[in-house]
């Protein structure tokens, strides 16, 4: 079985690029001749999200794999994110989101295995942190919460990507 190469791509927020710009993106990665991208995330924010997946898709007509960040549930939820994320995924030959997916075997011993999960609020010290992340006010679930609940849903956050 020869050894098959794969694109992974991270943080690209194509919302950042204009239409020239993704265009030369996508032919970019074209180019090198990958078997399937691999994207671990923040590939646009929640109102532009599936149209850059089908883009995405259109222009590589190959297996796609790939897990959400933070910015993908931006000017939404986490939850109404995932549920249209599954019913693209669904009527698609080459998008795979991760979290839905077995373990994608690779070859030669490798799987790939992925999750959305991006902060639990539990590493660092959340309680004295002047830190606030646009998550607090973008991601629906995280907004309009005390910290004592935002962590709390943090918490719950990490407790299901676990």
Request: aromatic residues 12%; charged residues 25%; glycine residues 8%.
């Amino acid at each position: 079985m020869p050894m098959k190469r794969y694109a992974w791509l991270t943080d690209i927020h194509l919302n950042f690029l204009s239409k020239d710009e993704l265009n030369v993106f996508l032919a970019m990665v074209r180019s090198e001749s990958p078997d399937g991208v691999l994207i671990s995330g923040d590939i646009g924010e929640s109102h532009n999200l599936l149209r850059y997946l089908r883009e995405l898709e259109r222009a590589w007509e190959l297996p796609i794999w790939f897990v959400l960040g933070n910015h993908d549930f931006y000017r939404s939820s986490a939850a109404a994110v995932r549920q249209a994320v599954a019913e693209l995924c669904k009527g698609s030959s080459y998008l795979h989101w991760l979290p839905a997916e077995d373990v994608v075997e690779l070859g030669f011993g490798t799987g790939l295995a992925g999750h959305d999960g991006w902060a639990d609020g539990r590493a660092g010290d959340y309680h004295n942190s002047e830190i606030l992340l646009n998550d607090y006010w973008l991601i629906s679930e995280l907004a309009n919460l005390s910290p004592r609940e935002r962590y709390s849903q943090l918490n719950a956050f990490g407790d299901e990507a676990a």
